[in-house]
């Protein structure tokens, strides 16, 4: 697609970035001689009036925000029916690239998430959640000072759901349990998303993986927060305690607010709080380098004495954790796959007959297994139908152009995710095999089968007996 050369008063010189949300571009605005980053979104989130004058009072909001941890929004409008907003440049790159050059030590990371947490904190207090916080959205300045960017664009790109088929709007990866289930969030959710973010930071990784984006929503909704320490062993036993509070599936369970997550994380990084507050950019400061190292800098002479104290004493914490520590043993997790016993027949002779168990009742019901849908979205403009079936339950898609994969087993059963082109219909046959052992075939002749439940011989059910088709109708996402 060609770059405008002009949007609005802004002269365009570069795209910087494009997504499912956004396009931005770098642009020059001469009315004050300034350099900097215009971000247009989707024509289709003007789709009509009511959303048109939401969409003007919530970026308006945004561009209230005044922090200096916070990226500021210059100006606001639409081009023939597309939004756009004009924020400061920030010409330091993104804590995505610091990230990518290699993983952070827990000081560089208190740091930078003391003044983020700052800036969530005064956003939250006007009752502002960002809903996709990510690395991506932490600017650096030249001075190497971070920047929160995209506040409220989620909330924005929710309410425009006939742009997603879906109200659920954010980056898998980072997103809390109850945002990726289309549950009302609060500040809690942000808290989610920045314990996150620590956790790559201090791992160089994420704490979920899966073949898909669907795969990524299910792990943060079911599966246990990872365990960081196995990961990186040498990390002080108390960040695994940290990420687990800010990353708990309930959100109850979680720090109350960015500010006790920061404080916590300092406690660890530096042996103390620090002068956390929720209007104001106190504490550490952050800066980056000619060399793209982040030094924290001291407004204080006592800090460096204070500091020099706690690396000698983590050094000495650490050479005595590591004589009383014993490796902790690991369990490599396999999965048997038992398959299908085949019906054996018994040789019958004229000096031997066989003892047959005794034939079921006529009214004996042939097991189903469990097996519903629990979610239908959009996953980064993917249409996504999910589904719970038993533990021990197969599946298999009747249309070829659907494709069902298994995302996670947890809680005694599996969870299934199906995609495919939008508007895409079909069904998912979900069966539950027979588990007999070579001992209990032999009960029964040739012509019937265990039934291991009533002890007893059944006649063989038909094909697709123990069987469950559930419909799969897929979302319209573009």
């Given at each position: 697609?060609?770059?405008?050369?002009?949007?609005?008063?802004?002269?365009?010189?570069?795209?910087?970035?494009?997504?499912?949300?956004?396009?931005?571009?770098?642009?020059?605005?001469?009315?004050?001689?300034?350099?900097?980053?215009?971000?247009?979104?989707?024509?289709?989130?003007?789709?009509?009036?009511?959303?048109?004058?939401?969409?003007?009072?919530?970026?308006?909001?945004?561009?209230?925000?005044?922090?200096?941890?916070?990226?500021?929004?210059?100006?606001?409008?639409?081009?023939?029916?597309?939004?756009?907003?004009?924020?400061?440049?920030?010409?330091?790159?993104?804590?995505?690239?610091?990230?990518?050059?290699?993983?952070?030590?827990?000081?560089?990371?208190?740091?930078?998430?003391?003044?983020?947490?700052?800036?969530?904190?005064?956003?939250?207090?006007?009752?502002?959640?960002?809903?996709?916080?990510?690395?991506?959205?932490?600017?650096?300045?030249?001075?190497?000072?971070?920047?929160?960017?995209?506040?409220?664009?989620?909330?924005?790109?929710?309410?425009?759901?006939?742009?997603?088929?879906?109200?659920?709007?954010?980056?898998?990866?980072?997103?809390?349990?109850?945002?990726?289930?289309?549950?009302d969030i609060d500040a809690r959710s942000d808290v989610y998303g920045l314990g996150v973010i620590i956790y790559q930071m201090l791992t160089g990784h994420q704490p979920y993986s899966a073949d898909t984006p669907m795969g990524v929503v299910v792990k943060h909704i079911t599966e246990p927060v990872p365990e960081i320490l196995k990961d990186m062993p040498d990390l002080p036993p108390e960040v695994d305690e940290l990420i687990k509070t800010a990353m708990a599936k309930d959100?109850?369970?979680?720090?109350?607010?960015?500010?006790?997550?920061?404080?916590?994380?300092?406690?660890?990084?530096?042996?103390?709080?620090?002068?956390?507050?929720?209007?104001?950019?106190?504490?550490?400061?952050?800066?980056?380098?000619?060399?793209?190292?982040?030094?924290?800098?001291?407004?204080?002479?006592?800090?460096?004495?204070?500091?020099?104290?706690?690396?000698?004493?983590?050094?000495?914490?650490?050479?005595?954790?590591?004589?009383?520590?014993?490796?902790?043993?690991?369990?490599?997790?396999?999965?048997?796959?038992?398959?299908?016993?085949?019906?054996?027949?018994?040789?019958?002779?004229?000096?031997?007959?066989?003892?047959?168990?005794?034939?079921?009742?006529?009214?004996?019901?042939?097991?189903?297994?469990?097996?519903?849908?629990?979610?239908?979205?959009?996953?980064?403009?993917?249409?996504?139908?999910?589904?719970?079936?038993?533990?021990?339950?197969?599946?298999?898609?009747?249309?070829?152009?659907?494709?069902?994969?298994?995302?996670?087993?947890?809680?005694?059963?599996?969870?299934?995710?199906?995609?495919?082109?939008?508007?895409?219909?079909?069904?998912?046959?979900?069966?539950?095999?027979?588990?007999?052992?070579?001992?209990?075939?032999?009960?029964?002749?040739?012509?019937?089968?265990?039934?291991?439940?009533?002890?007893?011989?059944?006649?063989?059910?038909?094909?697709?007996?123990?069987?469950?088709?559930?419909?799969?109708?897929?979302?319209?996402?573009?």
């Open positions: 697609m060609a770059i405008p050369e002009q949007i609005g008063r802004y002269i365009i010189k570069t795209e910087l970035g494009r997504g499912g949300m956004a396009t931005v571009y770098r642009a020059y605005d001469p009315s004050f001689d300034r350099e900097v980053a215009l971000k247009i979104l989707p024509r289709e989130m003007l789709h009509d009036p009511q959303f048109r004058a939401r969409f003007e009072r919530e970026i308006k909001l945004v561009a209230s925000l005044e922090h200096p941890s916070i990226v500021p929004v210059y100006d606001v409008g639409d081009i023939e029916g597309q939004p756009y907003f004009v924020m400061r440049y920030m010409n330091g790159g993104s804590l995505a690239d610091l990230i990518a050059k290699g993983r952070c030590t827990i000081q560089e990371t208190a740091v930078i998430i003391s003044k983020v947490a700052q800036g969530l904190a005064y956003a939250h207090r006007k009752g502002i959640v960002h809903r996709d916080l990510k690395p991506d959205n932490v600017l650096f300045d030249e001075n190497g000072d971070p920047f929160i960017s995209d506040f409220g664009i989620a909330k924005l790109a929710e309410s425009g759901s006939s742009l997603t088929g879906s109200g659920v709007i954010g980056t898998p990866a980072y997103m809390s349990p109850e945002q990726a289930q289309g549950k959100k109850t369970k979680r720090f109350e607010n960015t500010i006790e997550l920061a404080k916590a994380l300092n406690k660890i990084g530096f042996g103390d709080e620090g002068n956390l507050t929720f209007s104001t950019n106190s504490g550490i400061k952050t800066r980056l380098g000619a060399n793209d190292t982040i030094a924290p800098s001291r407004s204080r002479t006592g800090l460096i004495v204070v500091g020099i104290v706690l690396v000698v004493a983590l050094i000495g914490f650490f050479l005595i954790r590591n004589q009383l520590m014993t490796p902790e043993s690991t369990t490599t997790a396999t999965t048997t796959v038992q398959e299908q016993p085949t019906l054996t027949t018994v040789p019958i002779t004229e000096t031997s007959a066989p003892t047959f168990a005794a034939a079921c009742s006529a009214d004996v019901i042939i097991p189903v297994p469990e097996a519903r849908l629990t979610d239908g979205r959009c996953v980064q403009r993917i249409p996504y139908s999910t589904f719970a079936i038993s533990l021990d339950a197969e599946f298999e898609m009747l249309n070829p152009q659907i494709s069902c994969r298994l995302e996670s087993t947890s809680g005694g059963r599996k969870v299934i995710s199906c995609t495919g082109p939008d508007f895409m219909a079909g069904q998912l046959k979900v069966c539950q095999p027979l588990q007999l052992t070579q001992a209990e075939l032999n009960q029964c002749s040739p012509d019937s089968t265990f039934d291991s439940a009533n002890q007893c011989c059944v006649a063989i059910p038909p094909q697709d007996a123990g069987c469950v088709i559930l419909e799969v109708q897929l979302k319209g996402c573009n």
